[in-house]
């Protein structure tokens, strides 16, 4: 086993989730598999809203695909795979869509099979404004899987920082992560009670912060160190298109 620090922990750390959503009748496993269909039910939307589905229809099917996923713990395979989970999900919903919806077998919602219950009227509003025109329904799902991303890692981050004074700092900061035009560090500095010097540690900090969490949450869903670099690298480039 390699000697380097970060390598060990990446061992604890790698797959983590898919691997315990594998075993679903276990009580963590149940959890984690309903804690990937949730991080994941934006793509998995906006991919058949893409194909020419109604709102309606793509919320039906987006349901009745993570019942299935949960019923038949399809997530089994994926640990098999061994690859990127949101690949792995991409071809899911693509034979779901072929096998199920096109022979008139969809499940509905509710029955016998897992409900995951989802408000899915943000992920509609947030597909209303994607650029679509010329977009196919795989570009779709990746850059909605690059958004959700990127909100899971601000909520992770939120979590971590405990007290309403840091909650509040994390808000003011978030521009400065972001690229949204933030106000300059000397107003900020002001209305924050800080020196210009302060508050560009407290970003630097929270710059570090945040990557750390982004990396422990592709990490969670990949095989190995290279995999994590590849697709940070990957949700960059599809963030900033």
Sequence with gaps: MSSDPSNRRFQTTRWSVVVAAGDADSTAGGLALAELC???????????????RSGDDSKDLTQAFFAKLLEKNYVRDA???RGRFRSFLLTSVRNFLANE?????????????????IDVSHEDRQYQYEPVEHETPEHVYERQWALTVIKTTWARLALRLEG????????KLRPFLTGDEPAS????????GMSEGALRVAVHRMRQQFGDCLRELIAET??????VADELRYLMALVSR
């Design 79 to 81: 640990r098999q795979v």
């Design 185 to 192: 560090y000397g107003v900020l500095a002001i209305e924050l």
């Design 101 to 117: 919806y096109d022979h008139g077998q969809t499940l509905k919602c509710g029955g016998q099979a897992v409900h995951v219950s």
């Design 222 to 227: 990949v095989v190995s160190p290279d995999e």
């Design 164 to 171: 309403e004074r840091r909650q509040h700092l994390l808000q």
């Design 38 to 52: 949730e991080a994941y039910w934006a793509p998995v939307y906006a991919f058949i809203r893409r194909t020419g």
